[in-house]
């Protein structure tokens, strides 16, 4: 096991304890909806949960339709959601809520609003996540997640290795061939449960572009679980212009 999975495991266990997690879910809202990007391959089948606690704790979730919306939420423990045999983006659900407990604890490095334009709002995105790679890693990454315009944007650089899960409704094989070279991972890696394989066994710097947990996210870079990470709140892609990219890194402290 890595020094990551060691400090991923404390952040979890801090959230676990904390007394203002221990809350029961009072709404839940699913949306269910389908995408194409500008120039992408493949029509996205999305969906997003949204939970809000009695005590007013929220999480977000954004998965593909194929990992299905699993059992009923309402009236539930975060807690019991997250230490049952939940599928795995909804433990992640679980946990973002708890984060977000503790979410005014970290501020950004700096944030961007994405333009109202799909096309514009998708390639900033691609661009400020190809920028913090090669400021911040200067060589080459391997792409975990697949999306069309940060492919492109990595490759016509020079900064992509390689593609190693391209379909988000499949974890990343347990013995996939990480190196110890820079990864960029989407947040499906949160949604499917491949995070926690990541973080156990990869020695190399990693950054996290993540439209799921965007509470527990920014926690994971503040104590270094990830090196940097770059988040996007809800409305996520749907609406661009009624959203920020946010970025967090493990040296800004807190």
């Known amino acids: 096991m890595t020094g990551r999975w060691r400090t991923y495991s404390r952040v979890v266990r801090r959230l676990v304890r904390d007394r203002r997690t221990d809350d ?27 939970i809000k606690t009695e005590r007013g704790l929220e999480g977000a979730v954004l998965h593909p339709s194929g990992l299905g919306s699993g059992p009923s939420l309402l009236g539930r423990r975060l807690k019991s959601v997250w230490r049952s045999s939940a599928p ?7 946990l973002d809520a708890m984060a ?6 970290v501020s950004p490095l700096f944030s961007e609003r994405l333009p109202r334009s799909y096309r514009k709002a ?23 997640g697949y999306s069309s315009a940060i492919h492109r944007e990595l490759k016509r650089r020079g900064l992509l290795r390689g593609v190693v ?16 070279f820079p990864i960029v991972a989407t947040g499906m890696v949160l949604a499917n449960g491949s995070f926690k394989r990541i973080v156990a066994r990869h020695r190399g710097p990693i950054m996290l572009y993540s439209q799921t947990c965007p509470n527990l996210t920014p926690l994971l870079a503040r104590a270094g679980v990830v090196d940097v990470a770059i988040v996007e709140s809800f409305p996520f892609h749907f609406c661009p212009g ?3 990219l946010r970025v967090f890194t493990a040296d800004q402290g807190g």
Do not use: C, Q
């Open 88 to 94: 795995s983006h909804l433990s992640a659900l679980a």
């Open 100 to 105: 977000s407990a503790r979410s005014g604890e």
């Open 24 to 50: 029961r879910i009072a709404s839940v809202l699913t949306l269910s909806g389908a995408r194409r990007p500008p120039d992408g391959e493949r029509v996205h089948d999305d969906i997003v949960i949204m």
């Open 165 to 180: 899960d391209a379909d988000p409704r499949v974890s990343v094989p347990r013995r996939a061939e990480l190196g110890e």
């Open 242 to 244: 009624e959203t920020r």
């Open 122 to 144: 998708e390639k900033l995105r691609a661009r400020v996540i190809a920028d913090t790679v090669e400021d911040r890693f200067g060589e080459s990454a391997l792409l975990i």
